[in-house]
């Protein structure tokens, strides 16, 4: 039996039990009449196989209750049992749709506007592509590169979301062959575009990225996902996802290596997501390729952390300011308030 708020299904086999009661007849004896096994008629009983025409044929025979009944009867149920099975389905999925940021997806033209539950938890579906909406949180459908999402946090959904969103726009982004080599070999030239401006520099890291198998997307931010950039593999291409409203040129670049660096150590497409070590190499491998180690090194014990030193490393570096004002804030070596004026912020559409 299969129950929901507005229907329940009973199977067949509860009136083939009643009438072996009528009748005073075992399963057993029914079984051998039926010419089935004990175990079919104990499954068929308790609506766990289908109720087949020829078994329809051989209840006429037994029971002298014409198959036309029991076929309509098994119809009747399996109806009642996708009904069902639907409507608690649209019920679970009603209230983790409540959990997305639905209002701002519409807002930003992802999902159409509505303020129906049941519409947005279809709107929802046809989104991200699954027939229900608790499938999210099957491992083989958010393989990103970032800590392991689960479906019961808001901020997993939220990221959920914004991946998704990501995957769709990269659809149409024709890329060549996946290859992470040629991202190492890109990674150089790439440094260099930091002290470009965005509208020089974006179309030029998208040629660099589509040829080595990488569709670059760039995605306002969802609140309350917390999310700087993912990473992951859809179809025969790689997806890098980045947030862009707003931010500092320091965060862009460093979010962009960053996922670079999942790419480049090999963390995505893993089930569980990147770890903590996972993030923290991705990390010192972002800081290592935008700034080298020993030379930063060297800059750190001169202890000249004036305006015009940091502007003649940066030049020597070959990077923009605000990445070296960035790095420094990072790791204490000056307030988070200072030379923030070195740092320019990117609007990238």
């Given amino acids: 039996m299969v129950r929901s708020r507005s229907f329940i299904a009973t199977p067949p086999g509860a009136t083939i039990k009643e009438q072996l009661n009528d009748r005073g007849m075992s399963q057993k004896e029914f079984a051998v009449r039926m010419d089935m096994s004990e175990k079919h008629i104990s499954r068929l009983i308790n609506g766990d196989v289908q109720l087949t025409p020829e078994t329809a044929v051989r209840l006429e025979m037994v029971l002298g209750v014409p198959a036309k009944f029991w076929n309509n009867l098994e119809a009747i149920y399996r109806e009642k049992v996708i009904k069902a099975e639907a ?8 209230e983790m749709a409540k959990r997305f940021p639905y209002n701002e997806m519409a807002k930003l033209g992802w999902v159409p506007e509505t303020r129906e539950v049941k519409d947005k938890v279809i709107y929802l579906r046809k989104y991200f592509e699954v027939v ?8 083989q459908i958010t393989r990103i590169a970032c800590r392991r999402l689960a479906i019961t946090e808001k901020s997993d959904l939220a990221l959920m979301a914004w ?25 150089p030239e790439i440094r260099k575009m930091t002290v470009l ?23 306002p931010h969802l609140r309350g996902s917390f ?8 179809g025969n291409k790689i997806v890098v996802g980045l947030t862009v409203r ?3 040129a320091d965060k862009f670049w460093f979010s962009l290596f960053h996922e670079f660096a999942h790419i480049v150590l090999g963390h995505i497409g893993q089930l569980n997501g990147t770890s903590d070590a996972d993030e923290k190499a991705a990390n010192k491998w972002a ?14 014990r ?21 990445i070296v004002v960035g790095r420094m804030q990072s790791e204490g070596m000056i307030k988070h308030s200072a030379m923030n004026d070195l740092k320019e912020k990117y609007v990238i559409l």
């Fill in 197 to 219: 401006k965005p509208k020089e520099f974006c179309p030029k890291i998208k040629r660099y990225l589509a040829d080595c198998g990488i569709g670059l997307v760039f995605l």
């Fill in 227 to 234: 999310l700087q950039g993912a990473t992951f593999v859809d």
């Fill in 287 to 300: 800081g290592d390729m935008l700034i080298a180690p020993d030379d930063f090194e060297k800059f750190r």
């Fill in 87 to 94: 409507e608690n389905a649209m019920e679970a999925d009603a």
């Fill in 163 to 187: 991946a998704q969103e990501a995957k769709i726009k990269s659809r149409s982004i024709q890329t060549a062959p996946i290859n992470v080599k040629g991202l190492v070999a890109s990674v």
């Fill in 302 to 322: 001169d202890w000249d952390y004036s305006e015009n030193s940091v502007l003649q490393f940066a030049k020597v570096q070959g990077i923009a300011p605000g």
């Fill in 246 to 248: 707003g931010k500092d």
């Fill in 132 to 139: 229900e909406l608790s499938l999210l949180g099957n491992e």
